[in-house]
């Protein structure tokens, strides 16, 4: 998976168009709005530049691995342009969403430690990213209590994934530490200012009913 050999760059380009076209109109759920071929771009980075993979089907893969399940992309499409391989890594990280949210998750965890090497190291990837991102800025409409769910879910993940040599390993490990430290900070300040909010809503209560009492001063 990790040869020496040179990228084609031809098909992993085709790739990042591709999935530019399919993904066109969705965006990350932050408050920029941050198209979301940015995400499977730094995906694919991430195998290049950390995990040096110079495989094109696993970076191509890696750029297409959310087609199938966010853009209704099928099947016989990516398997005519970019071959079987390619096809095969989509899959392996692709959730059924006939299921439900909760189920999807649960079987991510449980069918993790199935996963082939190339596909171990997309998901590796792509936790990277996802967690990276919810450090930097919370998502739209996400508590606190989501955030650290998240983090929990992705450990138990990476927790089945197989034995790798990757040094993405090693920079998940990181990523989430660094990350989890950054919401847990965000849980204590919220309950700072819930304390904050609940104390100000008391003295309020008091002032009006001495005002109700008593009258102004």
């Known amino acids: 998976m990790l040869c020496p050999c040179n990228v084609n760059m031809e098909k992993v380009i085709e790739a990042a168009w591709f999935a530019a076209r399919k993904h066109t109109h969705q965006r990350r759920k932050n408050i920029e709005d941050i198209p979301y071929i940015n995400h499977l771009l ?18 191509s893969a890696a750029l297409l691995h959310d087609t199938i399940e966010d853009t209704g992309t099928g099947k016989a499409e990516i398997l005519s342009v970019f071959g079987p391989n390619v096809l095969n890594y989509v899959l392996e990280v692709t959730d059924d969403k006939a299921l439900p949210k909760a189920e999807r998750k649960r079987m991510q965890v449980k069918h993790a430690h199935s996963l082939s090497e190339g ?55 990181k990523t989430f530490e ?12 919220e309950k700072s200012l819930q304390a904050k909010m609940e104390i100000l809503r008391k003295k309020l209560r008091a002032h009006i009913l001495r005002m109700a009492r008593f009258g102004p001063p």
């Open 42 to 59: 730094e995906v694919a980075n991430l195998l290049t530049s950390e995990g040096k993979v110079t495989d094109e089907d696993i970076l």
């Open 119 to 173: 596909a171990t190291l997309i998901k590796l990837a792509d936790r990277i990213s996802n967690l990276r991102s919810i450090a930097a800025e919370a998502p739209k409409g996400w508590t606190v209590d989501r955030q650290l769910e998240y983090f929990n879910w992705s450990w138990k993940v990476f927790e089945q994934l197989p034995e790798t040599r990757s040094p993405l390993k090693g920079l998940f490990r």
């Open 178 to 189: 660094e990350g989890y430290r950054i919401v847990q900070d965000r849980k204590a300040n």
